[in-house]
């Protein structure tokens, strides 16, 4: 999105989470939300607040798409605001955490499953199967997770991108998973904790090495013999 397109944007709506050109999207706590709307008289007040709720969490995609636009482009600096979160805080009504994760989820989504941003997949996904930025947003954090394999990171990824779990559900699967693995395979827990351990040493006795030769208090005899035991530990790492 440009940096022109992204100001008419915004100048077509004072609040950017109710902007009418995205496509209605749905997840299991919309259902929930429509449900009780269903039961209420539009007019009330409680009514206009399950109906704000809902727009909030069927438009995430397209408020985190907006969202990341002004913040890469710094627009909110041409509105008068001189931090990204103030902006957020105060025009939008939305916290610092929250707003950031936003952005997070989007460009996460953007960049590795870009599909799930498409009008086609929001025009026709079921309900219960449209991920929530919450839900994404851990996705996102399980793809960086080395105790994580491969094949169970693709159970996560389809239980958020096609199942529509929300975040709670997912943490606890995912925290289960990494569980078992270390039940499993005790062994080579212990040999990643001694590698790690190992390392650390390492990166100490280099930086001991340095101070060693630029201060040139010390002969070069000690300076090769902590060469010595650097290698001596690198290969110990299997």
Do not use: C
């Not at 408020?63 to 990341?68: D, P, T, V």
């Not at 026709?124 to 199967?129: D, L, S, Y």
């Amino acid at each position: 999105m440009s940096k022109a397109s992204a100001i008419k944007q915004y100048e077509g709506s004072k609040e950017v989470k109710g902007m009418k050109n995205m496509s209605e999207i749905k997840t299991k706590a919309i259902d929930n939300l429509e449900k009780k709307m269903d039961r209420m008289n539009a007019d009330e007040l409680r009514y206009q607040v399950l109906k704000n709720a809902k727009d909030f969490k069927s438009s995430w995609i397209g408020l985190g798409q907006i969202l990341y636009t002004v913040w890469k482009d710094k627009l909110y600096k041409d509105w008068g605001f001189t931090e990204f979160d103030s902006y957020t805080a105060k025009e939008i009504g939305i916290r610092k955490e929250t707003a950031f994760k936003l952005l997070r989820s989007y460009s996460f989504l953007e960049k590795d499953n870009p599909r799930y941003l498409t009008k086609d997949y929001s025009e026709n996904a079921k309900a219960r199967e449209v991920p929530t930025y919450e839900a994404v947003d851990v996705l996102r954090k399980a793809s960086n997770n080395k105790k994580l394999d491969r094949e169970d990171y693709a159970k996560i990824k389809k239980y958020v991108l096609e199942s529509g779990k929300d975040a709670g559900e997912v943490k606890k699967d995912l925290t289960q998973m990494i569980k078992q693995q270390t039940e499993l395979d005790p062994v080579e827990e212990r040999k990643k904790k001694r590698a790690l351990v190992l390392k650390r040493f390492i990166g100490t006795l280099k930086a001991i090495r340095t101070e060693i030769r630029a201060s040139h208090v010390l002969p070069e005899k000690v300076v090769k013999d902590v060469d010595r035991l650097i290698s001596e530990l690198e290969s110990e790492i299997e």
